[in-house]
């Protein structure tokens, strides 16, 4: 999944609520609820507004990415939060958040977007919270994953996270990696999941999971009026006419998601619960 660009964070904030709509009209939930429901038992009862988040640019590695920090406080105040962009940047906006008496800080270089509690000494990394979110709404569109086939395509961050979790909530994961020593590596790890290739895996499952960096390879005749297609990143492995078949059940965006469960998680789960799965792999710096 590549890094985000200035014209995609622009997408991103006009179509937040057309997202939401659509994500409510395929999974019953929205975003707010999602997030709810992918952390822990106790989310349920937290409380979200009046939260005070302070988003920081750093300025690290490639760089700013116009708008993203002011896309990331967006969807934070869509939720509730009480959110804002310091003024500064790196280490003195740091600074400036703290003064303000912010609650959370959200971050992102290369490597990593993270979340952090400063009260909890709690750090969230976006990749799993991603991947778990995602699966969330798979589940729910899906009516559940017991004993169901999902396709995963790409074992990278994301991939694996996605496994995991797919994995915990019953299914039966196939997946196709071209990378046999990343597939390896799973396998070698723990990972109970079947390797296939594309076309087998699409006559097999009608649920996926798109965690590769490959664009258009899945056309409108490899789906049905039954495929659900959870799609977190950049580009979609769905072709222009296969993301029309499917409407709302090819659920896609690569920000909000992410961004609503790591603040949840920050909030009201312990650390050990969302620890960071590799290299941060689609978004850089702010």
């Known amino acids: 999944m590549t890094r985000l660009t200035e014209d995609d964070v622009s997408g991103l904030l006009r179509d937040l609520r057309s997202f939401e709509d659509g994500l409510r009209s395929v999974t019953g939930l929205d975003l707010r609820e999602l997030a709810l429901r992918t952390a822990s038992d106790e989310s349920s009862c937290v409380s979200l507004y009046g939260t005070r988040v302070a988003v920081v640019p750093i300025s690290a590695g490639q760089g700013f990415i116009p708008g993203f920090s002011t896309c990331v406080s967006t969807i934070l105040e869509h939720l509730g939060f009480e959110s804002s962009v310091t003024s500064r940047s790196d280490v003195r906006g740091i600074e400036e958040a703290t003064e303000a008496g912010a609650e959370l800080l959200f971050l992102a270089d290369d490597h990593r977007f993270i979340a ?12 799993p919270a991603t991947a778990d979110g995602y699966v969330t709404a798979l589940e729910a569109a899906a009516g559940g994953l017991v004993d169901r086939r999902v396709l995963l395509l790409g ?47 699409l006559s097999a499952c009608r649920l996926i999971f798109d965690a590769s960096p490959a664009a258009d390879v899945i056309d409108a005749a490899d789906v049905t009026p039954a495929t659900i297609a959870a799609v977190p990143g950049l580009p979609s492995a769905f072709t222009p006419a296969a993301r029309d078949a499917l409407g709302s059940r090819h659920i896609h965006e690569p920000l909000a998601v992410g961004v609503a469960v790591m603040a949840v998680r920050a909030l009201v789960e312990p650390p050990s619960s969302h620890a960071p799965v590799g290299r941060h792999d689609r978004y850089h710096s702010m």
């Open 116 to 127: 952090l509690n400063l009260s909890a000494k709690r750090s969230v990394d976006d990749d």
């Open 155 to 201: 074992l990278g961050p994301v991939g694996r996270a996605a496994a995991r979790r797919l994995l915990r909530c019953g299914a039966r994961v196939h997946v196709v990696e071209p990378d046999a020593e990343r597939l390896s590596e799973a396998l070698v790890g723990g990972l109970n999941v079947e390797p296939t290739d594309l076309v087998s895996g």
